[in-house]
């Protein structure tokens, strides 16, 4: 059990759990839901098949947020996913018939370096919420990418296209899916992912994330 805040760093207080109170208070929670239109669907009109995109957490680069995700990725912070996949969970209003949480996939070298996927446990605890199956293996990354923020929109697209594929069609043929990942930013790694799931025939994709950047 962590004896400081993730968010900040002050010492937790008793009944305290992993974020102290005033940061719990003052994340930035979108309220968004799986029903009413928000614009991270906007951000996907035009370049891909999804039925609906929800973030739980806006995501800036100075803040306590920032600081939550990078325990959550680099630190062994796991239970940081399970935490906000419980709340995100318990926040969900509507009852989509999901059949398979799918998690965005990180290459077998990062997997094996890092020894975990970030978002697995966030995926575990939506799955559990949907009475869905959590399946860590429908896709695969098919190169170790280095970061592709410094490329044009247009270079990173092309990158993306190619960078995940279905590891068989016949396991998600007819499924809605729920595809999960942590951040959000201009959108290509979902792009990429739901362009790969999209090759199974008649699938429904919807998509959520711990975060977005506004």
């Not at 247009?154 to 595809?179: H, P």
Request: charged residues 20%; glycine residues 6%; proline residues 3%.
């Amino acid at each position: 059990m962590p004896l400081g805040c993730f968010g900040c760093n002050t010492p937790l207080r008793k009944g305290e759990r992993l974020i102290c109170t005033v940061c719990r208070n003052e994340l930035p929670l979108t309220e968004y839901n799986f029903t009413d239109e928000n614009p991270i669907d906007r951000i996907f009109y035009g370049r891909i098949n999804v039925k609906k995109v929800n973030s739980f957490l806006f995501f800036t680069k100075n803040g306590v947020v920032k600081n939550i995700i990078h325990h959550l990725k680099y630190k062994n912070q796991q239970q940081l996913g399970s935490f906000f996949g419980l709340w995100f969970a318990q926040s969900i209003k509507e009852r989509l018939d999901i059949d398979i949480v799918v998690p965005v996939p990180l290459h077998k070298k990062k997997l094996t370096k890092r020894g975990y996927n970030q978002v697995s446990l966030f995926g575990q605890e939506l799955a559990l919420h949907f009475n869905a199956s959590y399946q860590e293996n429908v896709l695969c990354k098919t190169a170790n990418t280095r970061t592709l923020t410094k490329k044009s929109r247009f270079s990173r697209w092309k990158v993306n296209q190619d960078l995940y594929k279905l590891t068989n069609n016949e396991d998600v043929a007819g499924k809605t899916i729920l595809l999960v990942d942590d951040v959000i930013t201009t959108g290509a790694t979902i792009e990429a992912c739901a362009t790969a799931l999209n090759k199974a025939q008649n699938v429904t994709i919807y998509v959520a994330t711990i975060a977005v950047v506004p």
